[in-house]
């Protein structure tokens, strides 16, 4: 599976947009971009993926470069609540049973 | 949305003994199961993949006669950890999907959390 690279924290305060990047320049034609979060001591949870439209759902928003070499997570009113490990996963539709490869992910910290 | 269980949620066992950890899909049917594991401040690695109804496929690196992953429902699917030893503490987490192909979203379980002292 092609690699991404994301910051490794970022910080936000509460009520105000957080924008989370994910660069991903190997990407090939039939990865999707996955994204999942962490809470702490939890399993992680689905956030939402796309493949080369911008995508919304009740979470969050993608946001996806043209050239699909780069994508934004779009959180649009940060909640203590989102505090969590977000994860930037590229799956191909094709791959081998669907199997996540997790990075090191983003740590967002979300202030009152 | 589709629920993961596991089952302990915690467990401290000495080391030498075997530890089994069972991870439940409670709401639907999972042809395919993964296994994780977790360090302290880092990523989760994928330890093994398992379809109902036959023999799991493990990462490298990953001793399948240490790992034993069983598969046996569609609904449930159990990790033991083989003569654990300390290095073994970690956060176990299982997740399932309903199909087997690279679209298919993985549920993930709370994790279980093994000490071995």
């Known amino acids: 599976d092609a690699k991404t690279t994301q910051p490794n924290s970022m910080e936000s305060n509460e009520e105000e947009p957080v924008h989370l990047p994910c660069n991903h320049s190997?990407?090939?034609?039939?990865?999707?971009i996955h994204w999942y979060r962490q809470l702490p001591s939890q399993g992680p949870e689905y956030v939402i993926h796309g493949l080369t439209s911008n995508v919304n759902n009740r979470m969050a928003s993608l946001a996806i470069a043209e050239d699909r070499k780069s994508s934004t997570l779009i959180l649009h009113r940060a909640t203590l609540r989102d505090a969590a490990v977000y994860y930037c996963i590229l799956r191909d539709v094709g791959g081998s049973q669907g199997n996540l490869i997790f990075g090191k992910g983003t740590k967002l910290s979300v202030k009152p | 949305g589709a629920v993961v269980s596991q089952h302990p949620s915690r467990v401290i066992c000495k080391s030498g003994t075997s530890v089994k950890i069972e991870c439940r899909s409670l709401?639907?049917?999972?042809?395919?199961m993964f296994w994780y594991r977790q360090f302290p401040k880092q990523s989760l690695m994928l330890m093994a993949t398992?379809?109902?109804?036959?023999?799991?496929?493990?990462e490298q690196g990953v001793e399948k006669d240490k790992f034993l992953i069983n598969h046996a429902s569609l609904t449930l699917s159990t990790l033991t950890v083989t003569s654990a030893h300390p290095e073994d503490s970690s956060f176990y987490i299982c997740?399932?999907?309903?199909?087997?192909?690279?679209?298919?979203?993985?549920?993930f379980g709370p994790g279980t959390r093994l000490t071995v002292l």
């Open positions: 709401d639907f049917q999972a042809t395919t």
């Open positions: 398992s379809n109902e109804g036959s023999k799991a496929t493990y």
């Open positions: 190997t990407i090939s034609g039939t990865d999707y």
């Open positions: 997740s399932a999907s309903y199909g087997t192909g690279g679209l298919d979203e993985q549920f």
